[in-house]
């Protein structure tokens, strides 16, 4: 990575803002986001994202930023080496000539490296070797490195290079910067086998930690931790699109959604079967499905999850000619929040059965007119411990459903029975 990169990253971190940063050192825009992308890719981690339009800086750019503290320190000793100090003439104003100049050093971190390897062999030919590099290969890094910062920096003498009193002060900057640089590399190296390590597993957002997603998962960690694997688990939920996109992308290595439509290329078992019901405002009385989608405002799941399309067709079949119908149907990819617009605020919607039973004391359940199957899947790819962590999932529902859900089909139709 350039020292000049580094700078210009530093900068915004420090201010929040790329755009400012451009106007500063007089960079483009994508230059500037090309700097902090580039940190990024390095030290692997996310420092900022985009929300609303505006950069926001997350947690670890602050730790970043201590870290790249000592970098742009050294860059101004760097500046007063080669006579970029920005200074006026009675040296109490820093001008934007030297920081403009600081954010297009072209000298990369390897490019010191090297130099400090020389420095510390005091020959070329024996840092060559060290660094598995050609003599002349290295002595062209060296040769332009002297050209920029406009100094000798060794004397070559028989026994060897020695540094130059330039060369000194260079080798005290370019240390501070190494040493810096290494601290917040070894840093996210550590993060990278951490993350090479873990096992990483997305699902569809559960209902609630009543839900069998959520038990599946708790199930998994569980036993998983138990069997003491070297694999840890890292466990997120999204929507069904992005954990598509996730699997694709590698950022997860397991996904449980209620379709693998778009994941052919990929390995994937079905979890469990299950049929649609409506789940509808505990104080409703209709008792059609077509009452009560005219009836009600709906709030489900969107059609580009399995469980939203079957629904949202199933809808409109029953009530074509609803006014309003495209204004009073509601897409939410969070089923807590349709849970609770159903149980709270009068919606109904569509849920699988074996989502909608853990649920049924707060919505009231409603069978469709017709049996409308439906499935839930686990997707994964190539990794042994995703194939491994599919089998324990598998268990954990099979065995959650005959708990919960045939006791409370069978409470269900007693009270019917009974009425």
């Given at each position: 990575m350039h020292l000049g990169a580094l700078f210009?990253?530093?900068?915004?971190?420090?201010?929040?803002?790329?755009?400012?940063?451009?106007?500063?050192?007089q960079l483009s825009p994508s230059t500037v986001s090309a700097a902090i992308h580039h940190l990024e890719t390095e030290l692997a981690m996310r420092l900022t994202e985009r929300a609303s339009g505006e950069l926001v800086m997350l947690i670890a750019s602050g730790r970043v930023l201590e870290g790249l503290a000592p970098i742009t320190a050294a860059v101004s000793e760097l500046g007063q080496l080669t006579g970029h100090d920005g200074?006026?003439?009675?040296?109490?104003?820093?001008?934007?000539?030297?920081?403009?100049?600081?954010?297009?050093i072209p000298v990369k971190v390897v490019t010191i490296e090297r130099f400090l390897e020389v420095a510390d062999q005091g020959s070329i030919n024996r840092a060559a070797r060290r660094l598995g590099l050609g003599q002349p290969q290295l002595s062209l890094q060296l040769a332009n490195l002297e050209k920029f910062l406009g100094h000798r920096l060794f004397e070559r003498q028989?026994?060897?290079?020695?540094?130059?009193?330039?060369?000194?002060?260079?080798?005290q900057i370019f240390t501070t910067i190494s040493q810096a640089w290494n601290d917040l590399k070894s840093s996210a190296d550590e993060r990278y086998r951490r993350a090479a390590r873990s096992l990483r597993i997305g699902s569809i957002i559960p209902t609630g930690s009543e839900s069998w997603v959520a038990r599946c998962l708790g199930s998994l960690v569980s036993e998983w931790n138990a069997r003491r694997n070297n694999n840890a688990i890292s466990l997120v939920s999204m929507t069904a699109d992005d954990l598509r996109e996730a699997l694709k992308s590698g950022r997860i290595d397991v996904a449980i959604l209620d379709s693998v439509?778009?994941?052919?290329?990929?390995?994937?078992?079905e979890l469990l079967q299950t049929e649609m019901v409506v789940i509808a405002p505990p104080f409703s009385t209709e008792t059609t499905v077509a009452d009560l989608v005219s009836a009600h405002a709906i709030c489900m799941p969107s059609p580009r999850t399995g469980l939203g399309h079957a629904a949202m067709a199933f809808s409109d079949e029953r009530a074509p000619n609803r006014r309003l119908r495209s204004r009073d149907i509601t897409a939410a990819d969070s089923l807590p929040v349709i849970v609770d617009l159903v149980?709270?605020?009068?919606?109904?919607?569509?849920?699988?059965?074996?989502?909608?039973?853990?649920?049924?004391?707060?919505?009231?359940?409603?069978?469709?007119?017709?049996?409308l199957p439906m499935s839930y899947h686990?997707?994964?790819?190539?990794?042994?411990?995703?194939?491994?962590?599919?089998?324990?999932?598998?268990?954990?529902?099979?065995?959650?459903?005959?708990?919960?859900?045939?006791?409370?089909?069978?409470?269900?139709?007693?009270?019917e029975s009974a009425a």
């Open positions: 210009t990253a530093h900068h915004v971190l420090t201010s929040g803002s790329v755009r400012e940063t451009g106007r500063r050192f200074t006026t003439a009675d040296a109490t104003e820093v001008t934007d000539t030297c920081e403009a100049w600081a954010s297009r028989a026994q060897g290079s020695v540094l130059t009193e330039e060369g000194r002060r260079a080798y439509f778009g994941l052919e290329s990929f390995r994937h078992r149980a709270n605020h009068g919606y109904v919607s569509f849920l699988g059965r074996v989502s909608a039973m853990p649920i049924a004391d707060k919505v009231r359940i409603v069978e469709l007119d017709e049996h686990v997707a994964f790819n190539h990794r042994k411990a995703a194939a491994d962590a599919c089998a324990v999932i598998i268990e954990a529902a099979a065995r959650i459903t005959s708990e919960t859900v045939a006791p409370t089909m069978a409470r269900g139709k007693a009270r």
